[in-house]
């Protein structure tokens, strides 16, 4: 069995004040999906927090991090996987031809 967000224990609580309109509106949406309205805001809560936190720009780390990734972004390549050069040798889906 696939390990999967939704078989983790639920424990914590999270309350929303909202209009009438968004709780519509909400409800509308989850019920379009079949889906209760309590998984789908929080599907798209969790989604959107995701991106936000790989969107981020700014990252604060210490010396000893910084030095280390330093050290990694200068280091000679070592070989490609062979997976890897497959990938890189093919054309990318903007280089094939339409159809």
Same mark, same amino acid.
Request: hydrophobic fraction near 40%; avoid cysteine; glycine fraction near 2%.
């Given at each position: ?15 929303? *004040?909202?209009?009438? @309109?968004? #709780?519509? $509106? &909400? %409800?509308? /949406?989850? !019920? =379009? *999906?079949?889906?209760? @309205?309590? #998984?789908? $805001? &929080? %599907?798209? /809560?969790? !989604? =959107? ?5 790989? #969107? ?8 000893a991090a ?34």
């Amino acid at each position: 069995m696939t390990y999967n967000a939704g078989m983790a224990s639920k424990t914590e609580r999270l309350s929303l *004040r909202l209009t009438p @309109t968004q #709780d519509t $509106v &909400l %409800r509308r /949406a989850a !019920e =379009a *999906r079949g889906e209760s @309205t309590s #998984d789908y $805001v &929080l %599907r798209h /809560a969790v !989604e =959107a927090a995701e991106l936000d936190l790989a #969107d981020r720009r700014v990252f604060a780390i210490d010396d000893a991090a910084w030095n280390e990734l330093q050290s990694l972004l200068s280091a000679t390549p070592s070989q490609l996987p062979p997976a890897m050069t497959r990938l890189l040798s093919q054309p990318s889906v903007l280089e094939q031809p339409t159809r």
